[in-house]
Each structure stands twice: as C-alpha cells, then as structure tokens.
C-alpha cells in the first residue's frame, strides 16, 4: 500500500516516461505517417494529463520531428510565430492596455447602473457586463475583476437583511420557550448563539430545531443559493463571452490558425465573418444561462420572499455601486484615449474583409492584409502616444509617459499560450505533410453512414464533455486536424465540424479545473463541487441543443455549407503526393 501511494505522487515522471515507450514502436521502424502519430500521440497524452507543462509540451515538435525525419527544423520553427499568433498578441496587449487604466472597471460599473438592482436585473447587468468585456479581454482577467464587485454587492444586501432583523424579538422567543419547559438553558444559549452568528436563517426556522453541535464558522461560510447564482452566471458569462469574437479566447486562434494552415487556398474566417453567426449564439446562450441559473436557484416560475427586494434594499446596493463607479473618479485622457484605440481597432478587424461590402484593405494595397497588421498598428501607436497632457504645460519638466510600457507587457502577456497555438500549428502542419491526416480521414470514412446531424452532435458531445477535465486549447490543438480531414475525407466542408467543435471547446461549466473563471467563482464563493456540476451539467446540454440547432440552420446558411468546396480538395492532394 505505501508503494502504491508513494509511485501515485510521482506519477507525473511515470507518465513521461512511460507514455514514450509504450508507443515506440510506432516511430521504431515506422513509416513517415507512423512517425508523425508517435510524435502526436505523444503530445496529446502530456497535454491532457498536463504532466509537463502545456507550453514546454508544446516545443516537442521542434525537437522530435526533426529527429524522426518528419519535418525540418526550419519547417517546423516558422509555425510558431505566424499571422494567428501576431494577431494574439496584438490583442492581448490592447487588453492588458484597457485592463491598466480601468477603462474595463468603467465600462462594467455603467452598465450594470443601467441594467438595474433587482435581484434578477442585477444577475443580467453581471453577465451582460462580463461576456461584453470577456469578448476582448482574457476571460481570466474579466472574472477576476468581476468578482469583487460582485461580493461587494451581496456583502451590502446580507447587512442589509442583517439591520432589517432585531435581536430583542429572537431573545424573546427563546425566553418564552424556556419558560414553557421547550428546552433547556444549554439548548438555548446555542440557538441564540447560532441565531445571532448565523448569516443564513433557512435552516433554522425554529429554535427547536437547533442540533447538539453546530458548525457556526462552516454555516457562516455556506453560500445562500442568490449567492451561488450570482457567480456562477459571472463564470458562464466570461466562458461563453470568449466564444464571440475571433480574438475572445484561445481556442479561436488556434481554430483559425490550424483552417488557414491545412486549407491555404480557403476562403477563411475573418473577424467579421466569425462575429456573424457567433454574436448571437452568444446573445442566446446567456440568456438561457440566466433563465437556467433562475430556475436552478432563484426560482423563475414561482414567486419567491427572498427574490423580493425592498426599495431600501435596492437604494444600498444603488449606492455601493455607485460609490465604486465615483472612486474611479472622472475620465482620463489616458482611459477617453486607450477607448478610441480600441474602438479604432475594433472597426479595423470588422471592415477589412466584411464581405457584404468592399473591406478597406482592398483600397489600400494589392498585397493580403490580415488581422495582424491592425492589431500591431494599434500597440505600436499605444507605445507612442501620451497618456496625459502634461507636456502641453510650459512649466512641465518631465516627459509624458507613453499609454503603455514594455514592463507592463512583459509582466502580462501569457507567453506559454503562444508556445502552446505554435505547437499545435507545428503538430497540423506535420500531420498534414506526414500524410497522417489523410490516413485518419480515410479511416473516418466509416462514420459517412450516419445522418450528418447525428455526427454533429457526436462531435459536439464529445469535445464537450473532453474540455471539462483538459485544456481548452490542448483539445482543440488535438480535435481539429483529424475533423478538417475527416471532412475532406467525407466530402463536407470542413466547417461544418471544426467550427462547431471550437465553439464546444469553451462549454465548459462543470468542473472547477476545466477553466480558470469557474475555479475563480469556486474559490471566492466557497460553492460545493456538487452545485457547479448540476448546474453545469445542465448548461453544458442546453448550449449543446442551442449549437447544434443553429449551426445546422443559420450556420449552413451563413456559410454556405451545403456543398463541398474545390479548395479543400488542395490539402488532400498536396499530402497524397
């Protein structure tokens, strides 16, 4: 038994060494498609167990497919840093900028002013807020910020109640029950003890009720479920938030990166094209999200004491917010400019190929400009421009510090997701060269019997439920290559799988470890494991049924899926010869 214990807490060494040697005779001998599989294999197995870290897994490919003979250093280095990845880390710099001057905390606080303080408003001013915020800046980062104001709003409304409530009356009832022989002089001083510490009376609608031992600091802790509900509709809003636009999460990036790689001659996804149909699934899947939470723990079709909020009450929670919005103090020149660049960037990335009318780049240059060149634009004009006025002052003597710093960005920017896009554009563009991808599509032929919805929905599920216990970006990097072959293999266009498969890739509600934004709510809420999984369990289908239903009707339409275009013959082609 202590053997047993002590290999499971080393049982990140015997994954990596085992993993290897278990599929060795793959690359030892082994044919090119063979040695590209070890090599992948190997790769998917480290990044769902996560025994070494994602973004060292993710240099592998510079190491192990040149020595197996698959690709060339050279061949292999250049994927690491392509348009995809330029574009996110333009992106990610633009946030890190907006994150620095607060402009995200102004936007926030506006809206959920706007929205209202009822208990069902102020859940929708919460998600409203973090998935338009979580559309541009890291969903980490959104419900980090998120979540203190949040608190602050339920720490007003528990004082609140706690005021409205009047000690005198709870000792009198106790003193009468004891005077009619109800329990004794013990019994009692525990249930005004409990009585007066407890933040949650529900349990203890009556002082007989109270147990022999009560655990006041766990009790104190437990959250009500308004509580429960107002975070997790924070955590599904930063996750589904990330889903609308190209930028908004990994997952995106690595989708495009890996479409535009194995099909070079495609027509691709733009900025604009993906906001098309992803802007309102987005708008649907939050507000089934809010309806789901309401009917989970708020009761949406009954009328519920504590759903009723007094016009006190709300003034408080008016004025928390309020007070939080003033500390912010009025608009900067630094917040009104770092607006402009974003709102300038924005525009860039939707009208360069809008495709319902001419984009501007068309105008400029007869060369392709992609999303990457705009977004550089912006984050150098970010390290130039002024963030104050002061050199406009004859008296000022110093120098007006730019909009961003090279410290800031440095500190800031996740250079392991970068490692990690650039290793899984690696691993398609050797899966793809190898002929491994033609292979596994060829092998995929088998599931042509089947409906096409129904494949869907088993890819859908699939990639769903696979995203609650790994990586976002891990599964993507792992599903899409063998999904763009299987649909060239089938004759489908290789959207009609890989995009919705994307878009699965962010479902994931259940699990505190399948997205840092449900493990943040877990932590500052201190919810039971069990309450995110029911809850999430649930929102994972009700996203699935809302994907699967528009993609399969708006989504066909939108992009024009029903035939199998003749560039996506290229790719099978090119690994075939």
């Given at each position: 038994?202590?053997?047993?214990?002590?290999?499971?807490?080393?049982?990140?060494?015997?994954?990596?060494?085992?993993?290897?040697?278990?599929?060795?005779?793959?690359?030892?001998?082994?044919?090119?498609?063979?040695?590209?599989?070890?090599?992948?294999?190997?790769?998917?197995?480290?990044?769902?167990?996560?025994?070494?870290?994602?973004?060292?897994?993710?240099?592998?490919?510079?190491?192990?497919?040149?020595?197996?003979?698959?690709?060339?250093?050279?061949?292999?280095?250049?994927?690491?840093?392509?348009?995809?990845?330029?574009?996110?880390?333009?992106?990610?710099?633009?946030?890190?900028?907006?994150?620095?001057?607060?402009?995200?905390?102004?936007?926030?606080?506006?809206?959920?002013?706007?929205?209202?303080?009822?208990?069902?408003?102020?859940?929708?001013?919460?998600?409203?807020?973090?998935?338009?915020?979580?559309?541009?800046?890291?969903?980490?980062?959104?419900?980090?910020?998120?979540?203190?104001?949040?608190?602050?709003?339920?720490?007003?409304?528990?004082?609140?109640?706690?005021?409205?409530?009047?000690?005198?009356?709870?000792?009198?009832?106790?003193?009468?029950?004891?005077?009619?022989?109800?329990?004794?002089?013990?019994?009692?001083?525990?249930?005004?003890?409990?009585?007066?510490?407890?933040?949650?009376?529900?349990?203890?609608?009556?002082?007989?009720?109270?147990?022999?031992?009560?655990?006041?600091?766990?009790?104190?802790?437990?959250?009500?479920?308004?509580?429960?509900?107002?975070?997790?509709?924070?955590?599904?809003?930063?996750?589904?938030?990330?889903?609308?636009?190209?930028?908004?999460?990994?997952?995106?990036?690595?989708?495009?990166?890996?479409?535009?790689?194995?099909?070079?001659?495609?027509?691709?996804?733009?900025?604009?094209?993906?906001?098309?149909?992803?802007?309102?699934?987005?708008?649907?899947?939050?507000?089934?999200?809010?309806?789901?939470?309401?009917?989970?723990?708020?009761?949406?079709?009954?009328?519920?004491?504590?759903?009723?909020?007094?016009?006190?009450?709300?003034?408080?929670?008016?004025?928390?917010?309020?007070?939080?919005?003033?500390?912010?103090?009025?608009?900067?020149?630094?917040?009104?400019?770092?607006?402009?660049?974003?709102?300038?960037?924005?525009?860039?990335?939707?009208?360069?190929?809008?495709?319902?009318?001419?984009?501007?780049?068309?105008?400029?240059?007869?060369?392709?400009?992609?999303?990457?060149?705009?977004?550089?634009l912006i984050v150098f004009l970010m390290f130039v421009l002024p963030s104050n006025l002061s050199f406009l002052n004859p008296n000022s003597t110093g120098v007006s510090p730019s909009i961003l710093h090279w410290k800031?960005?440095?500190?800031?920017?996740?250079?392991?997701?970068?490692?990690?896009?650039?290793?899984?554009?690696?691993?398609?563009?050797?899966?793809?060269?190898?002929g491994l991808s033609t292979l596994i599509g060829q092998d995929l032929l088998v599931l042509k019997a089947l409906p096409l919805p129904l494949i869907l929905v088993i890819i859908c599920t699939a990639t769903c439920f696979?995203?609650?216990?790994?990586?976002?970006?891990?599964?993507?990097?792992?599903?899409?290559?063998?999904?763009?072959?299987?649909?060239?293999?089938?004759?489908?266009?290789?959207?009609?799988?890989?995009?919705?498969?994307?878009?699965?890739?962010?479902?994931?509600?259940?699990?505190?470890?399948?997205?840092?934004?449900?493990?943040?709510?877990?932590?500052?809420?201190?919810?039971?494991?069990?309450?995110?999984?029911?809850?999430?369990?649930?929102?994972?289908?009700?996203?699935?049924?809302?994907?699967?239903?528009?993609?399969?009707?708006?989504?066909?339409?939108?992009?024009?899926?029903?035939?199998?275009?003749?560039?996506?013959?290229?790719?099978?082609?090119?690994?075939?010869?």
């Open positions: 038994m202590y053997s047993l214990k002590k290999l499971a807490v080393h049982w990140r060494t015997i994954v990596v060494v085992l993993v290897p040697l278990v599929l060795l005779p793959l690359a030892i001998p082994g044919s090119r498609e063979a040695r590209c599989g070890f090599v992948v294999l190997v790769m998917s197995a480290f990044w769902m167990t996560e025994a070494v870290p994602l973004p060292v897994t993710s240099l592998l490919p510079v190491v192990l497919f040149p020595l197996l003979g698959v690709l060339g250093t050279e061949q292999v280095c250049i994927n690491y840093l392509k348009e995809t990845n330029m574009m996110f880390i333009g992106g990610l710099i633009v946030a890190i900028a907006v994150e620095n001057c607060n402009l995200h905390k102004r936007i926030a606080l506006r809206t959920i002013l706007t929205v209202g303080t009822s208990p069902r408003r102020l859940m929708l001013g919460f998600m409203c807020t973090t998935c338009i915020l979580s559309m541009w800046i890291s969903n980490t980062a959104t419900t980090a910020m998120m979540v203190p104001i949040v608190q602050a709003v339920i720490d007003e409304l528990k004082a609140q109640k706690d005021r409205e409530r009047k000690p005198s009356q709870l000792v009198a009832v106790a003193d009468s029950e004891e005077a009619s022989g109800g329990f004794d002089h013990e019994t009692r001083r525990k249930s005004i003890i409990v009585k007066k510490e407890s933040k949650d009376l529900k349990d203890f609608k009556d002082l007989k009720e109270v147990p022999e031992a009560v655990d006041v600091e766990n009790l104190q802790q437990r959250p009500d479920q308004e509580t429960i509900c107002y975070y997790l509709g924070v955590a599904y809003a930063s996750n589904l938030g990330g889903a609308g636009t190209l930028t908004g999460t990994g997952t995106n990036l690595t989708f495009k990166g890996i479409y535009d790689s194995v099909f070079p001659d495609s027509e691709g996804i733009n900025f604009a094209s993906w906001m098309i149909f992803c802007i309102p699934l987005t708008i649907v899947n939050i507000l089934a999200a809010w309806l789901w939470l309401q009917f989970l723990f708020m009761g949406l079709c009954r009328k519920q004491k504590k759903m009723v909020m007094t016009e006190e009450q709300a003034q408080q929670v008016r004025q928390v917010i309020r007070k939080k919005y003033d500390e912010l103090g009025p608009m900067t020149f630094h917040e009104a400019s770092t607006l402009v660049l974003f709102i300038a960037l924005v525009l860039m990335w939707f009208f360069r190929e809008p495709e319902f009318i001419p984009g501007w780049a068309e105008f400029i240059s007869d060369v392709e400009i992609q999303d990457a060149t705009p977004a550089m800031l960005v440095h500190e800031k920017v996740p250079w392991g997701i970068v490692l990690l896009l650039g290793g899984g554009f690696a691993m398609a563009e050797a899966s793809k060269q190898s696979l995203t609650e216990v790994s990586s976002n970006t891990a599964i993507a990097n792992i599903v899409l290559p063998v999904l763009a072959e299987m649909a060239v293999a089938m004759k489908i266009h290789p959207l009609y799988f890989m995009m919705p498969a994307t878009l699965c890739c962010t479902y994931a509600f259940m699990l505190p470890v399948a997205t840092p934004p449900n493990a943040i709510v877990m932590a500052a809420s201190n919810m039971k494991t069990t309450d995110m999984m029911k809850a999430g369990f649930g929102m994972n289908i009700i996203c699935l049924i809302i994907l699967c239903l528009s993609y399969t009707t708006l989504g066909v339409t939108i992009y024009d899926l029903h035939n199998f275009p003749e560039w996506a013959h290229l790719p099978n082609a090119t690994a075939a010869a």
